[in-house]
């Protein structure tokens, strides 16, 4: 069997990580979706296959939507437009947008120095469940 593994552009993989840094934004506490490298493994992900169709075609639609409403790729544009085209995007292909945000979410939350930054002390399951879980936590 071939390996046929999809190779994505540099215009691609940057409008990945315009796209992903817009999901998690960055603010005072960390890089957001930068700060887990989303959109390098996301794209390592669609160059293996999993979900290559649906995100290469959401990618297309964002380039697109970018150059109409805002003269440039996504990569260019303002925090603020790049909100704008995640809606945009969202409208134009829900089932894209829908599974960029589980994914970016995921590797975001999945990451234990993120857990450490929110103050989660990480999963319990091991140890029968957090003690204070009937607690308000602050």
Sequence with gaps: ???DRIALTAN????????ANGIIPADETDAGAA????????????QAGVN????LAGLE?????????YGGPPATIP????HDLLAAVRDAL?????????????LYLS?????????????SSQTGGHPDFDQPQK
């Design 12 to 19: 691609q993989l940057a409008t990945l990580a315009t796209l």
């Design 35 to 46: 700060s887990v490298n989303a959109a390098q493994r996301l794209a390592e992900k669609i």
């Design 79 to 82: 925090p603020a437009q790049v």
């Design 61 to 69: 639609r964002a380039d697109r939507l970018a150059n109409q409403r």
């Design 94 to 106: 829900p089932a894209f947008f829908k599974q960029l945000r589980i994914d970016v979410s995921a």
């Design 111 to 123: 990451d234990p120095a993120v857990w450490q930054r929110i103050g989660f002390p990480g999963p």
């Design 1 to 3: 069997m071939v390996n």
């Design 52 to 55: 290559a169709k649906l995100y």
